[in-house]
């Protein structure tokens, strides 16, 4: 007994230890938008119901060889004892339970989680084309007539509707601390509403592998106020550069670890024009 107490307490510390220094951040669980405020209780909702299983076994797996193990000759043995219906109703029944509300949580968080869906607010929705290329990410603001790469710029409390393509492999965009990843697909334009409720900066990323340059694929999302939001796109226009042919030529190379870049003006067509390049649509598609 004692000597499965002090192996307990040794797995413990170490698995303690190992989640400390595994370098594994907490995103998820740090929403900054109302998607991701959902989804953070949604997973929450999950793990705990499907808990109602795991501690219990978790529980009994340790107790039973402790209680009725080698050596334990005072407890009753029954050999001759085949069936309860008792615990067939409990060991068919919780799991049973279980699946039906795990599958009516999915069905409605199904709908209700939808990306598609716009996000109702008294603010008019902003658009960001985002476009994953090799390996970096391209932000197109259509309103604003700018672009960047690997920052991006959102006004607090405002929706944004993202429309995801990519100029190479499959890809898949993605910024916890605000919501739902997408893929971003070649000939497709796919889309995602999300929404900053508080003022920061946050980390966006590929979620799917795409090659050698993957790991460097990340973005800054700059959430702030209007005024902040104003001054951001100000900066952009006043940038020495332009997003034309050449550029984009130049983007199209592959290169790992780039530092953002702003670019004054865009072809307001590009997004598309990305998209009809694989969808042959141009009669140019690789």
């Given amino acids: 007994m004692r000597r499965t107490l002090i192996r307990l307490f040794q797995v413990s510390i170490t698995t303690a230890v190992a989640m400390s220094l595994s370098g594994c951040n907490y995103w998820l669980f740090d929403p900054k938008g109302p998607i991701a405020d959902e989804q953070m209780f949604l997973i929450i909702l999950c793990a705990a119901v499907m808990l109602i299983v795991v501690v219990p076994v978790t529980i009994m797996g340790v107790w039973f060889p402790l209680r009725y193990g080698k050596g334990k000759r005072t407890e009753e043995y029954q050999p001759d004892w085949e069936h309860s219906n008792k615990i067939e109703a409990v060991v068919w029944g919780i799991p049973i339970l279980i699946i039906i509300a795990l599958a009516t949580i999915t069905w409605i968080t199904s709908h209700s989680l939808d990306p598609r869906q716009p996000i109702e607010s008294d603010k008019p929705t902003m658009v960001v084309q985002v476009v994953a290329m090799d390996w970096k990410w391209l932000f197109i603001y259509p309103e604003q007539g700018i672009a960047s790469i690997n920052e991006m710029a959102m006004p607090v409390n405002t929706p944004v509707e993202f429309l995801v393509t990519s100029d190479t492999v499959m890809n898949s965009f993605f910024i916890p601390q605000l919501g739902t990843q997408i893929y971003a697909m070649s000939g497709m334009e796919n889309r995602v509403h999300l929404m900053a409720d508080e003022a920061g900066t946050y980390?966006?990323?590929?979620?799917?592998?795409?090659?050698?340059?993957?790991?460097?694929m990340k973005f800054d999302a700059i959430a702030?106020?209007?005024?902040?939001?104003?001054?951001?796109?100000?900066?952009?226009?006043?940038?020495?550069?332009?997003?034309d042919e050449s550029e984009l030529a130049h983007l199209r190379e592959k290169s790992r670890d780039v530092a953002p870049i702003h670019y004054a003006s865009v072809n307001p067509l590009l997004f598309s024009e990305i998209i009809e390049r694989y969808a042959g649509a141009l009669g140019n598609a690789r």
């Fill in 203 to 216: 980390r966006g990323f590929s979620a799917n592998y795409s090659g050698f340059g993957f790991a460097g």
């Fill in 224 to 243: 702030t106020d209007q005024t902040g939001f104003e001054a951001w796109v100000a900066k952009v226009k006043a940038a020495p550069q332009i997003l």
